[in-house]
Every structure is written in structure tokens, then in C-alpha cells.
């Protein structure tokens, strides 16, 4: 049984602590104590003591967006798992498209995030997604394909258990454009066979994968009731209470409508 989870990753958003402390106040209101859809916060790293702070006696995950695979030492400008944790977090995105694309990071940089992430006890969000051009080409079983393949290398299925995976194609990130619920499912039905086929068919089972792209309060319910997407990632609607937890109600209404 895999339970829905959403998660905002708020980016390089807002550019104020106030404003993110406000932000975060209200989705913590709009949450209360629910837990039968799991919710996390990604905010700028540079927010995480505060926010860890503001979501006190919340059931709301606290994430960071990004993380360097080396523990502490010389590497200008990064942040290592175990100071994350120190800040509060509880997870952490890895290989998100915009880290991919603009940063260049590789599959085997974030596999080495990953290993890293999970020796710090943070709960990895790991993503992959296909471009439009690859889309286009016919290509997205192969990439995501392969993205799965080498992300998640050397990973046993007990720690497999503890990954959560975002599907986003890169095509529908920021643009408005959404993979309709039968494009999304198909994918994610491919991203379980492939951890079926590595890890087995329990691990498979167990593992939650999100849907991320242009996820709104207006599509969410029809996303989330596909029977292989187990939550969102929400990165423009994160930014307004209302419209995240617009989302989050759409999981609720999927819940109780008995989904798992
Ligand atoms: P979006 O971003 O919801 O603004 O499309 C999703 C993401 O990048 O995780």
C-alpha cells in the first residue's frame, strides 16, 4: 500500500524569508494534522532552520532541492546531507530537470547524491523525465529508461523501498502543459515494471512514484487517481497556499473516493 504524497519545490521562490515563512505558515494551516496524504515543503536551502522552525508539530516533510554527494570539505557554494539534516530537512530532490539541463548533472552525479542522501537518512526524490524532442522521437522509455538504470545503481531493494521517484517530463515543467492522465500513467506503469524487473515485484510495489509538470488544484484529482501515480510534484502552484493545498484536497478526495 503506497500513500499519496505531494510535494511543493518552491525553486529559487520566494525571494524574501517573510515571505516563505508566510507561505509556509499557511500551507501548515491548510495541512492541520492530516496524514493520509503525505505533504512536504522544498524551500531555498537558505530558509530550512526557519522553515524547520515554522513547521514545528506539523506532519509536513521538510525538503531541500539540491545536496553535494561529499560530506563536508572544499566545494564552494554546495550544502552536504548531514548539514541538511542538521537544518531539519527530512528529504531531498535530486535530479531535477533544471539541475540536469542547466547545471549538467549526470546520472552517476546523482546516483552518488542518492547513495549519499540515504547514508544521511534523508528521503530521496529522485527525478526523470523525458525532453519534448525524445517525447517526440519516440524516445521516453529509453530515457527514462536509462535515467532509472544508472540513478539508481547499486541500490539494494531494501534501500530501493525508501526512494520515492518523480516522473516530470521535462516538456510539461513550468510550461502550463500537462501529460494528459493516460500519457503519465503509461510512463509510470513503465517506471514500475523497470524497478519490478531490477528489485522485484515487492520493492516495485512499494515504491511511491510522483507525477511533476504543471500539476494545478484543476488537474491534480484526474492525475492522482491513476492507479501508478502515488502523488505530485507541484512547483509553480506550490507558491500559493491555496493552490497547493488545492492539490493536496484533490489527493484527499482521491483517498477517500479508496485509493490507497
Ligand atoms: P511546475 O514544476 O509544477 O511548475 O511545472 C514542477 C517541477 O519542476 O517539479
Redesign the pocket.
Known sequence: MRTLFVAG?W?MNPTTLEAAVKLAEEVKAGVGQAVNVRVAICPPSLYLYRMDEVLAGSPIGLGAQNMNAKPEGAFTGELSGPMLVDAGCTHVILG???RRHGHGETDDLVNGKLIAALESRLLPIV?VGETRLERESDMTEDVVGRQLEHSLAGLTPEQMGGVVL?Y?PVW????GLTASPTQAQAVHAFIRRHLAAKFGEATASRVVVQY????KPDNAAELLACPDIDGA??????LKAADFLGIFHAGQSVVAQGKA
Do not use: Q, R, W, Y
Open positions: 519545490n525553486k531535477h530537470s533544471e527525478c518523480a516530470e510539461a515543467i513550468g510550461t511533476g509538470g504543471s500539476v510534484l507541484v512547483g509553480g502552484a506550490s
